[in-house]
C-alpha cells in the first residue's frame, strides 16, 4: 500500500508540473528584417561559422525554445514590450526547436537574435 501511495503521489507532481514546462517551452517569434534576397540561416550551433541547418525568409515563424546564449530567457521577458524584448536578444543567438528536413526528424538550432521578433508586432 506505501508503494502505491508513493506512485500515486509522483503521478500527481508530474501532471502537475508537466502543463507548466510545456506551457513554457515555445515562444512563437518570427524571422524579419533580412534582406528581400536573403533568408535567415539557423545553424547547428550559436555561431556564424556553423553549419547551416535550414534557411528561412521574413515572416516565417519560429519555434523558440526559450533560451539564448546571453543568459535571456525568452519566458521571462515575453511581459516586455515587443521593442524591449528584440533589444534583449538583438546581439546574441536564440535557439529554435525546427524540422530542417521537414521530415519529423524535428531539431534544436541557432539564429541571431538581431533577425526576429516577436509574432504579430
Known sequence: MNILIKIALAAAAL????????????????????AWNDVLNARAWPSSQSAVRAAYPNGT???????????TDLND???????????????????I??????????????VYGRYIKPMGW
Do not use: E, Y
Not at 24 to 34: I, K, L, R, Y
Not at 61 to 71: F, S
Not at 77 to 95: D, L, Y
Open 15 to 34: 501532471a502537475i508540473a508537466a502543463p507548466a514546462a510545456i506551457a513554457n517551452t515555445f515562444v512563437a517569434w518570427q524571422v524579419t528584417d533580412v
Open 61 to 71: 515563424a519560429l519555434q523558440m525554445t526559450g533560451r539564448c546564449m546571453n543568459g
Open 77 to 95: 521577458i515575453s511581459s516586455w514590450s515587443p521593442g524591449a524584448q528584440r533589444k534583449a536578444v538583438r546581439s546574441t543567438w536564440c535557439q
Open 97 to 110: 526547436w525546427h524540422d530542417p528536413g521537414q521530415n519529423g526528424d524535428w531539431q534544436t538550432g541557432w
